[in-house]
Structure formats: structure tokens, C-alpha cells
């Protein structure tokens, strides 16, 4: 069994910043790819930022120049730091990994972790 624990959200106060982490963990040959999604009441789950194992990344408009998403491949650890927060920010985020399994290599599966919850203050 995999499992995709998350930790670091709370409640911060607008201008604050948190660091969210997400450690997957199990039968694991490789990870391709990690994400953060986010979903707030009401709305629909969007993407936060992205990033492959080669190191690229990706961001939504909403949160580029405020946030980093970053890894590190050694601990299958993909961090999200989140600086100048905004109330606009608070939401459920869940991280992702596309991965391999050791039993199969040369498949990808999707894994979610179980959400963190962010709350933002103004």
C-alpha cells in the first residue's frame, strides 16, 4: 500500500506564510511527478503548482511569484512554500504523486494524499 502523508497547514494570518509538506511512502519503484491541488467550499479542485522529477515546474496564475513548489527525491518528499498568503488561499490542499510500484514498474498510478487544511485570516 502507498500512502501520501501531508502535514504543515494551519491557520495564518494574511501576509503569513506556511510550508506544506508530502512524503509518499510504501512499495515505490519511482515518482514522475508531484502536485499540489487545492479545493475551497464551493469550488471546484484546481491545480496549485506542479513539478516533474527532472525539476520543471508549473503554477497557477493566482499563485505564481508568491508560492515555490519544490522536492526532494531522496526522502519522495514535495514541499510547497507559501509566502504573502491571502485569504483567497484558504482551502483543502492535497498533494499528488504519479508513481510506480515496485511490482510494476513500468506503470504509472495516481496517489492523493489526505488533504491539509489551510485557513487564511485577513
Known amino acids: 500500500q502507498v500512502q501520501l502523508v501531508e502535514s504543515g497547514g494551519g491557520l495564518v494570518q494574511g501576509g503569513g506564510s506556511l510550508r506544506l509538506s508530502c512524503t509518499a511512502a510504501?512499495?515505490?519503484?519511482?515518482?514522475?511527478?508531484m502536485g499540489w491541488y487545492r479545493q475551497a467550499p464551493g469550488k471546484q479542485r484546481e491545480l496549485v503548482a506542479q513539478?516533474?522529477?527532472?525539476?520543471?515546474?508549473n503554477y497557477a496564475d493566482s499563485v505564481k511569484d508568491r508560492f515555490t513548489i519544490s522536492r526532494d527525491n531522496t526522502k519522495n518528499t514535495v514541499y510547497l512554500q507559501m509566502n504573502n498568503l491571502k485569504p483567497e488561499d484558504t482551502a483543502v490542499y492535497y498533494c499528488?504523486?504519479?508513481?510506480?510500484?515496485?511490482?510494476?514498474?513500468?506503470?504509472?498510478?495516481?496517489?492523493w494524499g489526505q488533504g491539509t487544511q489551510v485557513t487564511v485570516s485577513s
Open positions: 513539478i516533474t522529477s527532472a525539476g520543471s515546474t
Open positions: 510504501g512499495n515505490i519503484f519511482s515518482i514522475d511527478a
Open positions: 499528488n504523486a504519479n508513481l510506480r510500484l515496485l511490482t510494476t514498474p513500468r506503470l504509472g498510478y495516481l496517489y
